[in-house]
């Protein structure tokens, strides 16, 4: 298996403008999370779904931020108007049942820098 | 919410040395996850351990898992410069539902 899939791998925006960040969990997970990394809050969960349904969406920091899953394939987080204080190390994660817990498999992660 | 505090924050080390990172909690644990994070990269997950006292070896690292579910540890011998990066616990929120809450990591640094 390829293991989670993230794309870009990296992104440089202006503030103000729009950001879509994709992710591709692996086949047969039925979680997906989208996580966020800095070196001042560490990594902070953002948003999870549950074949396909938004979860929790509590670690969402504001409007701003959306994510979708139309798909058990696919999904996306966006930042509509991106600010600076969003760049950060975005990572997508997937997750299955196994042996008593589940085991997350992360992506590499989209490194975004908004100036 | 279940906090998760890892200590020491940082390490730096020579190579060839042992070490040992913790994690601990107020409440206990259901179970509990060890990764890794190299420069650049996702986290990784190392082991799980699930019963009190359990005792997990990966070739050099040990991790152990209190007796009251409280407490994990993870022991490094023989650091190696391979060994260098973010070492994050976890542990599933209440509810069984897929949902990990992580601790703040220990940055681990081996010098050659």
């Known amino acids: 298996d390829a293991g989670v899939i993230q794309s870009p791998r990296h992104e440089v925006t202006e503030m103000g403008q729009e950001v879509t960040l994709r992710c591709k969990p692996i086949?047969?997970?039925?979680?997906l999370f989208w996580y966020r990394q800095t070196m001042m809050r560490g990594l902070e969960l953002l948003i999870y779904f549950n074949n396909n349904v938004p979860i929790d969406d509590s670690g969402m920091p504001e409007d701003r931020f959306s994510a979708k899953m139309p798909n058990a394939s696919f999904s996306t987080l966006k930042i509509q108007p991106s600010e600076p204080r969003d760049s950060a190390v975005y990572f997508c994660?997937?997750?299955?049942?196994?042996?008593?817990?589940?085991?997350?498999?992360f992506g590499p992660g989209t490194r975004l820098t908004v100036t | 919410t279940q906090l998760l505090e890892q200590s020491p924050q940082f390490l730096s080390i020579q190579e060839g040395e042992n070490l040992t990172v913790y994690c601990n909690s107020s409440s206990v644990f259901s179970s509990l996850q060890w990764y890794r994070q190299e420069p650049g990269e996702g986290p990784v997950l190392l082991v799980t351990v699930v019963t009190g006292g359990e005792v997990k070896k990966l070739k050099r690292l040990t991790f152990q898992f209190g007796d009251a579910r409280k407490d994990s540890s993870l022991h490094i011998t023989a650091a190696q410069t391979g060994d260098t990066g973010l070492y994050l616990c976890?542990?599933?929120?209440?509810?069984?539902?897929?949902?990990?809450?992580f601790g703040q990591g220990t940055t681990l640094q081996v010098k050659p």
């Open positions: 994660a997937s997750s299955l049942y196994e042996g008593g817990s589940y085991e997350q498999y």
């Open positions: 086949s047969g997970h039925d979680y």
């Open positions: 976890a542990e599933h929120g209440s509810g069984n539902t897929g949902k990990l809450i």
